[in-house]
């Protein structure tokens, strides 16, 4: 298949966005439309008709989405039972002792299962594969017919040490096939072959339960553009920022927890690299939430150790992607200390922010920016029935600036501060955690409201330019277009480097590059080539945190790793321990199909540019407390080498840019703006 009509489609949690690109004809269209939660596949039904597409003539789409995500926060899951070892039926519900708050005496956690739905057989095998115990056959067949009893529609197989000997595990499955009715059977080993049975577990549970729910709604999006007329296949972004085909992906559905953050650092690094950026700091702030990344060297770093909420580790290769509750639509409010917070609570997509005038009636960021007059209230999306601003400022006034002891505006501008302040928190901590220094990189600011809080916050973290990609509210549907297919696989070995069989490590890593490439080969869409990333996670015997050490091929030498593993800790803490020998942990292969790559040139129409850049009007903007005459510019009109001085606004169909006083945005590749911060060393 092609890559010549290409829509790329993410839903999040307020907006579904959607980006067509057309390489035969170069037309580019656009879509943003309300995300419909009881049903994400009407909001992608309502952006392919709100950009008017006609899918006879398009090759592929492919889809973010937060499907599982949402199913898995919200505990929306399909009813799981689970079968393991004797003795180990509460394996899901101990963790690891630790706590919601590292200084709370109480927290909250619902396991993925319920305790009357994990059940136990007599089985068991040794942390070296030995049978101690066999599989007690009788025992499994009867517990399989007690969680149909009670209306299970997905199992999970999850027994002790099954990552070192499979059998039981394989055996049991192969009885439940016989007696399940349907396909939506997980054992542990097959997701995630690690030695820990907790972290194993949970990533287990997490697939079955959302199995179902993935498929159902794939299979309903599917038929619907079938029946318009689409007969290619649909790719689903995974974690790990690559792609799957949806009949696939159900398999493993707990890789697509984090599809749409991933999807959006995907662009950010394809966009970074085409620029000349290879570091860059990613800041997606949407209307529920803002992700932020580290890309180093042109690549995203991806994890298996990423842990969603409290207690729910889900150790399958994800892009390490972290995520704060600051968002447009994130809630205002002064705490019972007389302290303003904002966030994590969100007006989400409905009823919205009050500016989208759909009901909503609690202050937000989205709010606070209109009366600052950082938004246009006439080119707001997803607006019904005109904008009250005198109604928002009164909320303001009565809400937050009456228990504060100030005005609206002084409050609005608060409410901006504080957002502000826990953002570049977060982005600070993403880097200062890899060893990073936030000042050495690039801030790439994208969603529908980073644009208009990036220069800000790169004054407060000391970073001395922001990029600003073509189409920032869009990001993360351009990144389901210029993403690659990818498959990730990890296997224990946990064996102290001095006596790890390095032949056996060797045949590892060729047997996880077979595994791949039989994967690609299944894909319906052309790879121009296939490149194999390989990692080796290692410890100091008697630590628990592992470093990932990359490898430049896939047969390393013992002297090679233990260097290799020696520099990759001295860079992170900066500590030698060269008396401690290491350990490896596990192995880590990444094959990954590279799609025939995408101009960007596109996504502002070079006839639409004009020879000077002259704005469309001129508003009044707050900062600092002092309102300032900003011209405003619409951005598909600005020259290529466009340089503005704030400050000033650019408006356009999917976000606005604020560049503050001082601060200067010069035109780059791509289309990109780059703002260039003041003062910033």
Known sequence: MTRGGIIGIDVGGTFTDLVMLDDTTGSLRIAKTPTTLDNQAYGVLKALAEAQADLTQVDLIVHGTTTTTNAVLERKLSKTGLITTAGFRDVLELGRRTRPQPYGMKGQFTPIIPRDLRLEVPERMDAQGNVLTPLDEPALRTAIANLLDAGCEALVIHFLHAYANPAHELRAAQIAAELWPNTYITTGHSLLSETREYERGVTAAVNASVQPLLERYLTRLRDELGRQGYDGDVLVMNGNGGMVSSRLVAREAAKTVMSGPASGVMAAAYTGRRAGELNLLTYDMGGTSTDVALIRDGHPPVSNEIEVEYAMPIHVPMVDVRTVGAGGGSIARVNAAGLLEVGPESAGATPGPMCYGKGGMRPTISDANLLLGRLNPEKLNAIDGGVDQKAIARVFATE????????????????????????????????????????????????????????????????????????????????????????????????????????????????????????????????????????????????????????????????????????????????????INARIVSLNCSVIGHCEPLDLEKLIAPEGRKPIAQPTTTRAVIFDGAPHDTPVYWRDHLPEDVSLEGPALIEQSDCTILIPPGDRADGGADGNLVIHIGGAA
């Open 400 to 579: 937050l600036g009456a228990p504060l002891g100030v005005d609206a505006l002084t409050a609005a501008e608060a409410v901006i501060q504080v957002a502000n302040a826990k953002m570049s928190g977060a982005i600070r901590m993403v880097s200062l955690s890899l060893g990073a220094d936030p000042r050495d990189f690039a801030l790439f600011a994208f969603g529908g409201a980073g644009p208009l809080h990036a220069a800000a916050l790169a004054r407060e973290l000391g970073v001395p330019r922001v990029i600003i990609p073509a189409r920032p509210g869009l990001t993360n549907a351009l990144g389901c277009v210029v993403a690659d297919l990818r498959h990730d696989y990890v296997q224990t070995v946990n064996q102290p480097l001095d006596t790890a069989d390095m032949d056996k490590v060797h045949e590892i890593f060729a047997q996880q590059v077979a595994l791949g490439n039989a994967a690609l080969a299944q894909e319906k869409i052309a790879i121009l080539e296939t490149r194999c990333d390989f990692s080796v996670d290692m410890q100091f015997v008697g630590q628990s945190h592992v470093v990932r050490v990359p490898l430049d091929a896939a047969t390393p030498s013992r002297p090679e790793l233990r260097a290799r593993f020696e520099k990759v800790y001295w860079d992170r803490f900066k500590v030698e321990l060269t008396e």
